[in-house]
């Protein structure tokens, strides 16, 4: 259930960007999930509309996406995505020894304000 406190965090940040540019209401927040992350994007979304409820993005909607994951090799250098198939290990050395780069996060990534134009 920790997909309901990230979507109320995410909520939180957007609501406090809205805040910051003058916003009074939000159409859209998009949403990165990286790959590696135990987080689920369809329950993300289920718990949208109750995350939303009473606040200043009620009525947005929520926008989610896959990020890659991406791995540098310690032993030889190489960039990499990390496959569970060949157990996370290096396509160039076989090395089992990598830094996560990217795809271990859950990130706002943007937030789609009502400018009062449209």
Excluded at 6 to 18: C, D, E, F, P, S
Excluded at 64 to 90: N, S, V
């Amino acid at each position: 259930m920790h997909e309901m406190s990230t979507m109320v965090r995410l909520v939180n940040q957007a609501a406090g960007v809205m805040k910051e540019n003058g916003a009074a209401k939000a159409l859209k927040i998009v949403v990165e999930v990286g790959e590696m992350t135990d987080i689920v994007p369809d329950y993300l979304h289920k718990y949208f509309p109750a995350a939303i409820k009473d606040t200043p993005l009620d009525g947005a909607e929520l926008e989610t996406h896959i990020a890659q994951a991406e791995a540098k090799c310690l032993t030889c250098g190489t960039a990499f995505h990390p496959e569970k198939q060949y157990d996370y290990r290096c396509p160039a050395c076989g090395g089992i020894r990598c830094r996560i780069l990217k795809g271990r996060s859950v990130v706002l990534s943007r937030v789609v304000i009502d400018d009062g134009e449209g």
